[in-house]
């Protein structure tokens, strides 16, 4: 029996989950839209429990989750593409620098987004003011919604697939050029550093963690650079990126490098927030 007929096919959805006429709006958009706007809701309603927060105050009012969700939403998409454009293809975009605003031909980096987040929430706390770490805790506890969905549409949208594998839960992707049966890694993200991450962040924020400021912040920053890392091993890296460094013999690639300082970064904030005091509601 052919490899092809032992694999799933590939759902046939069209990329567009809205058109009229020549105008439609992509499930990626969708994805975004969808989860910044649950991501909102969600802030809202923890600052509306002041109990959860140090001494019974939440960093900002419920209302002002509404102008955290424009510095964030603008730091994603700027330094999302940014970062794309740095880490991944700096070549093509130094020849083809107007290239570089062209979004909806894709092409975003989610270590560029979360950069741009932390300078959108960072200048969001200058302006109001308010708590730097009790603020990321908050927007931490929301971005798994953000990448939940937005990995699903990387599914959909037949992108960023995996290597190859002839698994019983193997695709061959329709923009695949090799047409070989490969990890659907975008669902592996979905699930490890969308679902995952959520129900972890939301064990730990409503049984106290978010009264130790930053400790929400640091678990989501180790938790989302070690489930990139290890869903590296199975998604096909971009074009000569997949061997940026060889420690020990083992190949790292592009994402794996990139995500392997979050680690080290969140479980050191988890390590400050765990020896502060510990402030009661």
Same mark, same amino acid.
């Given at each position: 029996?052919?490899? #092809? ?16 006429? @020549? ?24 600052? +509306? ?25 603008? $730091?994603?998409?700027?330094? $999302? ?20 605003? /062209? ?14 987040? %932390? +300078? ?26 953000? &990448?939940?969905?937005?990995?699903? +549409? ?8 995996? /290597? ?7 695709? %061959? ?10 990890? @659907? ?11 995952? #991450?959520? &129900? ?24 989302? $650079?070690?489930?990139? +890392? &290890? %869903? ?27 995500? #392997?300082?979050?680690?080290? %970064? $969140? ?15």
């Amino acid at each position: 029996m052919p490899l #092809l007929d032992l694999v799933l096919p590939f759902p046939d959805i069209d990329p567009f989950a809205v058109r009229i006429g @020549p105008i439609g709006i992509r499930w990626y958009a969708l994805a975004y839209i969808v989860g910044l706007l649950l991501g909102w809701r969600y802030v809202m309603m923890l600052t +509306a429990r002041p109990r959860l927060w140090p001494d019974g105050t939440p960093p900002f009012a419920p209302g002002r989750a509404e102008a955290l969700l424009f510095f964030c939403t603008f $730091g994603v998409i700027l330094g $999302g593409r940014l970062g794309y454009v740095l880490f991944y293809n700096v070549g093509y975009y130094i020849e083809n620098p107007l290239d570089i605003v /062209k979004t909806w031909e894709g092409g975003m980096s989610f270590h560029g987004g979360f950069l741009g987040v %932390v +300078a959108g929430a960072l200048l969001f706390c200058r302006l109001n003011p308010a708590p730097v770490l009790s603020t990321a805790d908050a927007i931490a506890c929301a971005t798994p919604f953000g &990448i939940l969905f937005g990995r699903i +549409a990387n599914f959909v949208n037949g992108e960023l697939w995996g /290597k190859p594998w002839d698994g019983p839960w193997a695709f %061959v992707f329709p923009a695949d050029p090799a047409q070989v049966p490969r990890h @659907p890694s975008q669902l592996y993200e979905a699930a490890l550093e969308g679902l995952l #991450l959520m &129900i972890v962040l939301a064990v730990v924020a409503w049984s106290g963690g978010l009264r130790r400021p930053g400790l929400v912040a640091g678990v989501f920053i180790a938790g989302y $650079g070690a489930s990139r +890392a &290890i %869903v590296e091993f199975y998604r096909e890296a971009n074009p000569g990126l997949d061997c940026v460094v060889a420690p020990l013999g083992q190949c790292l690639q592009q994402g794996q490098l990139l995500s #392997l300082p979050m680690v080290a %970064v $969140g479980l050191a904030l988890v390590a400050y927030a765990l020896t502060r005091r510990s402030a009661s509601a």
